[in-house]
């Protein structure tokens, strides 16, 4: 039986995931924001500037070159000490094309919403910032008006962040075969590899690696995988983060099957694993209260955590086995991490 919170996750993640889609400038767009707001208020955050949660910008439409107003939408749950640095949690809610787009991107703002929830209940010593972003889907990807560039920019250029944590596409299983194309017997030595959750962003802070390894012990159903931001590239919101040095974490469980398909719906969502990322998305940011990013030693190579982890998310034996199918060594510091990474990339579809 579903437990109470894959319950909400998948109420507020069916309400998102309109037939229509939420594509920047159509009316499902509109809908899904007003949706949001009324969410937002019936938590109870306080709006993160003016009196509203919305933070619209002028931009263009692209496919018409007409004036449009976007508009990110930001709360704030406060901490019992609003001077210290806050954390963040972000997600965008625009969709790429005129359909449910279940995991692009509801499933993540159903989480932020769920933290959220759990969070005014018992508040953080510091303030915890809900964004959620607009356009962040292609042709707006990478441009001046991207959200969470905006919202950077506008107003967090210069607020130090005791940590920032953003998720895309986390609600599906990981297949190896969806994204790599692998020889049979290598796909099946990966069986049961379907908890891996793709982690990037350890390296951004002294802190990460510690503690996301020991939250990882309290959450034994998940695969945490981690890896470098470069190796991947920024390919979601945390950009603004990363490229402006700022402490971050990423979690995406990988362009799946369904990736800006139009079957990206509630029907390939893993609710249970969902709630599981909520749980650890949660004991992370209780984690950083405590301990911020920051705070830390200047950040090192985390080359030996990654090994480690990476071991724990597919099983050291069948690491070892599917490396020695694809001739490679055991990853024993960053040369080998190299490699692996490299050899997995390269054969992307």
Request: charged share 25%; glycine share 8%; with cysteine.
């Amino acid at each position: 039986m579903p437990s109470p919170l894959e319950k909400q996750l998948r109420a507020d993640t069916d309400a998102l995931a309109m037939p229509q889609g939420r594509r920047v400038g159509q009316v499902g767009h509109d809908k899904a924001r007003e949706f949001l707001i009324g969410r937002l208020t019936e938590i109870g955050l306080e709006p993160f500037h003016g009196p509203s949660f919305e933070l619209p910008y002028p931009g263009q439409l692209h496919r018409t070159n007409e004036d449009h107003t976007f508009t990110n939408l930001v709360g704030v749950i406060p901490g019992r000490d609003r001077k210290l640095p806050p954390l963040l949690l972000g997600a965008h809610y625009d969709s790429v094309i005129d359909a449910p787009c279940a995991d692009d991107n509801a499933t993540s703002v159903a989480l932020n919403l769920a933290i959220a929830e759990r969070m005014m209940a018992e508040p953080l010593e510091r303030d915890l910032i809900i964004a959620l972003y607009d356009a962040e889907e292609p042709p707006y990807f990478l441009t001046a008006q991207m959200g969470s560039t905006r919202f950077f920019e506008d107003h967090c250029a210069d607020l130090d962040f005791a940590g920032a944590i953003i998720t895309d596409l986390i609600g599906h299983d990981f297949a190896l075969s969806d994204l790599l194309k692998v020889p049979p017997m290598i796909s099946k030595l990966f069986k049961g590899a379907e908890k891996i959750v793709f982690m990037t962003g350890s390296e951004s802070d002294g802190v990460f690696p510690d503690l996301v390894e020991e939250a990882s012990k309290n959450h034994p159903a998940l695969r945490i995988f981690p890896t470098l931001n470069s190796y991947v590239g920024s390919m979601s919101d945390h950009h603004a983060f990363a490229g402006n040095g700022k402490p971050f974490l990423f979690f995406s469980c990988g362009q799946g099957r369904y990736y800006h398909h139009e079957e990206d719906t509630l029907d390939w969502i893993n609710f249970t694993k969902l709630a599981g990322l909520t749980d650890f998305i949660h004991d992370i940011l209780t984690r950083l209260d405590a301990t911020p990013a920051g705070k830390a030693p200047e950040a090192s190579d985390p080359d030996q955590f990654e090994i480690r982890m990476i071991k724990k998310a597919i099983g050291p034996v069948r690491l070892k086995l599917a490396l020695k199918a694809a001739g490679l060594p055991m990853p024993k510091d960053r040369e080998g991490l190299d490699q692996l990474i490299g050899t997995l990339t390269g054969t992307l579809k």
